[in-house]
Nanobody
Framework: QVLLVESGGGLVQAGGSLRLSCAAS????????LGWFRQAPGKGREFVAG????????NYTDSVRGRFTISRDSTRNTVYLQMNHLNPLDTGVYYC????????????????????WGRGTQVTVSS
């Protein structure tokens, strides 16, 4: 079992930045690939970024590539999402997700790939 707790959401003006954090705990936390998803009002949950168990491989959805950076601190079992140049289309609830994996370089890309989910943190970008 893995418990995920997100923090760092809030209200920001367009062009601004936020950094989200997600603390993972539980016996399997260190063996997980991690990811961030978001859900805009009235829409389904979409993949934003993912990072491998060893932190060496990352992947992003096209709309955030070059603006967002995912990283992890394995000593703290924490994953971060640095979000720069935010725009109103980035508004939504951001969820942290985890999947226990064997291969250290694997990055999970779809919602069904993940086994554990946080409760989410709200990000609102005003124009």
């Amino acid at each position: 079992q893995v418990l995920l707790v997100e923090s760092g959401g809030g209200l920001v003006q367009a062009g601004g930045s936020l950094r989200l954090s997600c603390a993972a705990s539980g016996r399997a936390a260190s063996r997980c690939a991690l990811g961030w998803f978001r859900q805009a009002p009235g829409k389904g949950r979409e993949f934003v970024a993912g990072i491998s168990r060893n932190g060496g491989t990352t992947n992003y959805t096209d709309s955030v590539r070059g603006r967002f950076t995912i990283s992890r601190d394995s000593t703290r079992n924490t994953v971060y999402l640095q979000m720069n140049h935010l725009n109103p289309l980035d508004t939504g609830v951001y969820y942290c997700a985890a999947r226990e994996v064997y291969f250290s370089t694997y990055v999970a890309l779809t919602e069904s790939d993940y086994d554990y989910w946080g409760r989410g943190t709200q990000v609102t970008v005003s124009s």
